[in-house]
């Protein structure tokens, strides 16, 4: 059956290849729930709205088709009705950004967006199957497809998934869904210090215990750890974490109820909420989590740990000065002398975001392979021109 | 087949070509004799064979640099290889190609417990990651069934699989990062130990483009703990229907098996002829494994068992020891034996939605007799990636040809139910000319624009992925 968003899909293209030819720009839009991520794009906007509803949903092939404006609502209702989910756990990042807008399908993957489950499930683009998008000369293109696996050709679907919108206006995507575990439950470790958290979270993580979250507070002093399950053999797991961790202290369990409140706050950057400063999001190395958190807490900023220390989140007060760059020299210079991982400016004044390039800047050798991918696909630079840098 | 046309020139200057990797790398890095060279003339695909102009073995990632800005400086086009186990041609050789063995590049140079990330050369063995691995109480998980042999510089390229990605996911989704050698000499890390690569996916692009962008020397590898155990249950059916109808409602029921393997008769009789597994009398079969705790494998089977029930299984026997779990496994992992014991074979990957899993079977049945070749089918049925064994005689004047005629209208079926050309093996040299029946010419013109991206002179890899005439179309618009 053809989705019904199929007619839009051709008029966005017909748009598209008319523009390129009149040398016009567009900003894409869905939702707007994370338009001030990266740079202000000056264009037309490109209005994704008209791709939406669900045109597949096969729960015994953990397989969902739908078109990119969905609402991501929509989506998680109709999953979550046949006992699934997305296994990445899309995060709502609207408090923490300032945002209204909703959240569209297109947007989470577009972004390349996963909450605290990215440690054991992957991100967003593990769980892409496959995409339909329009090139910069208005052709539109299906990628990968609708099966689980799939190795047919050069991997598309993977280049669109986080790319900002700056390759192509993706109109469709195929993912992968997951069961809802039938039950849930929290540990909590309390008093650890950074370091002391980092080895405990790693101790959970490499148990057979499947622990799908691991994150610590340092202003609580307190460390999460999350695992799933049947609800009749959870509590012998969770007593298993506990023995397991005791050398790292007792671990306290916390109700189904309780763990999910938590898990949320921790997926929101709820720490962060309704505190001025600019957002830092870094990928990194486990063991590197303590040393940037005191170069952040050297800078006036604070953080907290997710992914298992694996993703540390700084908030930098934002100076007054002309110069100023929220610690963006002082990250980026600590990580590359740690040698690796890379920070993004989630949220920065519309100045900062000017003056500080909003994602890690690449190796040259990287961006200009960059800059050549994006002409492959939108030769005349018609999307999102500048998003994602240069 | 065709392949592409040899670059005379360079055969012409195959002397002066050796003398320059001679003078890269140490004398028996270099393979330049006909002997020896015969021993890297094909890969697990057999039906095609050719001698590279050279094999050079680098030993260390500047010596591939090195290689590769020398091939770029002579304009000698580069044929990448790992272990030699791609069943598409993927490491098929042209004549006037050097070919950059892996061989060398062979270590795993670290395993990090406390990161659960490992860091390996591209020659590597997949198994040799695990077990070293072993001692931390980790593995990696991805294990296509070649895994003993096939090096994990091959699984990068092609995107393996194998049987228990339905719970761990594929090469792409346990990878972390990459060294790659772009094809002018540069060495470029893309991604590290941590998640998510920044700026555009260059690690999913390069991952599974089968040595089309680059030479990938070395990756970073995510590592996952050991389950504390695990075991299969048998379930027979009389149809195949019900088993892909069974196969469905496991995954709807919430349970999702670390593997989920289907056989269908004729593999079934074939096994039971070769390895004597004791398999029910029936029309199809699953094994289903659990893992985990000995209470949640018991909790998993049971639920399994409940679904099964509903499906009218003929036999169902649920392993209640080691030595019962290995005789269930047994027949599965001796298939590919089995099927050769018969004769030669090709063994296809298409891959179609689990819910035309019945169809797709009821219609490669009619498409075997059709041809008068024994088809069986045996594969991992929680992902739909059907792994159909067509049976020929490679003796017989015209029966490789038959026997690839009715692959590929098997294949272009599954791209009609929605599916696809391949889940796991690759296009190689294979499927290459099948992929216009998947992709329309604007989307080849995009892939080949990708691959132009990180190889603007196409000195990759060269006869693998693209139709022949697509690339050449392509290369000639863009002069």
Known sequence: MTPVYREAEAALAARIAEAAASNRKFEIRGGGAHRIWGRSVEGEPLETAALSGISLYEPGEMTLVAGAGTPLREVEAALAARGQRLGFEPPDWRALLGTQGEPTLGGIFICGIAGPRRLRAGSARDHALGLRFVDGQGRVHRAGGRVMKNVTGLDMTRLLCGSHGTLGLVTEVALKTAPIPEAMAGLVLRGLSDAAAEAAMAAALGSPYEVSGAAHLPQSRETHLRIEGFAKLLPERAADLVRLLKPHGAAEILSCAEAGAVWREIAEVRPFVGKPGAVWRISLKPAHGPILAEEARALGGEVFYDWGGGLLWALIPEGEFEDDEAGASVLRGALARLGGGHATLLRGSEALRRRVPPFQPLAPGLEALTQRLRRAFDPQGIFNPGRMGA | ?479
């Open chain 2, 1 to 479: 087949m065709e392949q592409p046309t040899p670059d005379a020139a360079v055969l012409a200057r195959r002397d002066e070509i050796l003398a320059g990797l001679r003078r890269i790398l140490p004398p028996q890095a270099v393979v330049s004799d006909e002997e020896s060279l015969r021993a890297y003339e094909c890969d697990a695909l057999t039906a095609y064979r050719q001698i590279p102009l050279a094999v050079a073995l680098p030993g260390s990632a500047a010596e591939a640099a090195a290689l590769m800005r020398y091939c770029a400086e002579e304009d000698v086009p580069v044929t990448p290889r790992g272990a030699g186990t791609s069943l598409t041609g993927g490491a098929l050789p042209g004549a006037d190609c050097v070919m950059i063995g892996m061989a060398r590049l062979n270590q795993v140079l670290k395993i990090d417990p406390q990161s659960r990330v490992a860091r390996v050369q591209a020659g590597a063995t997949n198994l040799s990651v695990s077990r070293a691995a072993a001692p931390e109480g980790l593995f990696y998980a991805p294990d296509p069934s070649s895994q003993l042999a096939c090096s994990i510089g091959g699984n990068v390229a092609m995107n393996s699989g194998g049987a228990h990605c339905l719970k761990y996911g594929v090469t792409l989704n346990n990878l972390l990062g990459a060294t790659l050698v772009t094809p002018e000499g540069e060495i470029l890390e893309i991604g590290g130990e941590h998640m998510d690569a920044p700026g555009l996916d260059l690690l999913g692009a390069v991952c599974g483009s089968e040595g089309l962008l680059g030479l990938v020397t070395e990756a970073i590898l995510r590592l996952t703990p050991m389950p504390e155990g695990a075991r299969p249950v048998l379930i027979g059916f009389d149809s195949a229907a019900a088993a892909g109808a069974c196969v469905a409602a496991i995954i709807e029921a919430g349970v999702v098996p670390v593997a989920l393997e289907f056989m269908d008769r004729p593999c079934i009789v074939a096994c039971e002829a070769f390895a004597k597994p004791n398999y029910p009398d029936c029309e199809a079969l699953l094994i289903v494994e659990a893992e985990g705790s000995e209470a949640e494998i018991q909790e998993q089977l049971a639920r399994i068992e409940a679904v099964a029930a509903r499906f009218q299984p003929v036999a169902l026997r649920v392993s209640a020891s080691e030595a019962e779990s290995a005789a269930i496994w047994a027949g599965r992992k001796a298939a590919f034996g089995a099927m050769g014991a018969m004769g030669d074979y090709i063994c296809l990957d298409g891959v179609t939605p689990l819910s035309r899993l019945a169809e797709i079977l009821t219609a490669i049945a009619a498409i075997s007799e059709r041809y008068g070749l024994r088809v069986s089918n045996v594969f991992h049925a929680g992902d739909g990636n059907l792994h159909p064994l067509i049976v020929f005689d490679a003796n017989k004047p015209g029966d490789l040809e038959k026997a690839e005629a009715c692959g590929a209208e098997i294949l272009k079926l599954c791209v009609e139910m929605d599916g696809c050309l391949t889940g796991e093996h690759g296009v190689g040299v294979e499927k290459r000319e099948l992929m216009s029946a998947q992709f329309a010419p604007h989307e080849l013109e995009l892939q080949m624009a990708v691959k132009s991206a990180f190889d603007p002179e196409w000195r990759m890899n060269p006869g693998k992925v693209f139709p022949l005439a697509a690339v050449r179309a392509y290369r000639e618009a863009a002069e």
